[in-house]
């Protein structure tokens, strides 16, 4: 059974720093392309961020110099680097397969509120 588990959300003021974590059970991590999708209050899941098992990475334009995906093989864990943050910013943020996520794989998310 997959299971993917989030963390390291949490409040922030606008400019600040913040770094998720997705460990990863399951699944063979190494051989899998992840990203790091969002989802604000009334809006649909985006995804911002993904990197796949040979190393190639992309970032939506909104996030671009301000977020770095990356992921460890050995610990089957993706993370998040968010610096810069912008009250926009401000979403449930979950780790999947992408950049097609796998419906059943979502896990319970991690919040991240940017304040101005």
């Known amino acids: 059974q997959v299971q993917l588990v989030e963390s390291g959300g949490g409040l922030v003021q606008a400019g600040g720093s913040l770094r998720l974590s997705c460990a990863a059970l399951?699944?063979?991590?190494?051989?899998?392309?992840m990203g790091w999708f969002r989802q604000a209050p009334g809006k649909q899941r985006e995804l911002v961020a993904f990197?796949?098992?040979?190393?190639?990475?992309n970032y939506a334009d909104s996030v671009k110099g301000r977020f770095t995906i990356s992921r460890n093989n050995t610990k089957s864990t993706l993370y998040l680097q968010m610096n810069s943050l912008k009250p926009e910013d401000t979403a449930v943020y979950y780790c999947?397969?992408?950049?097609?996520?796998?419906?059943?794989?979502w896990g319970q998310g991690t919040q991240v509120t940017v304040s101005s």
């Open positions: 999947n397969r992408a950049p097609t996520a796998i419906s059943n794989y």
């Open positions: 399951g699944i063979y991590f190494r051989a899998a392309d």
């Open positions: 990197i796949r098992s040979g190393g190639t990475i």
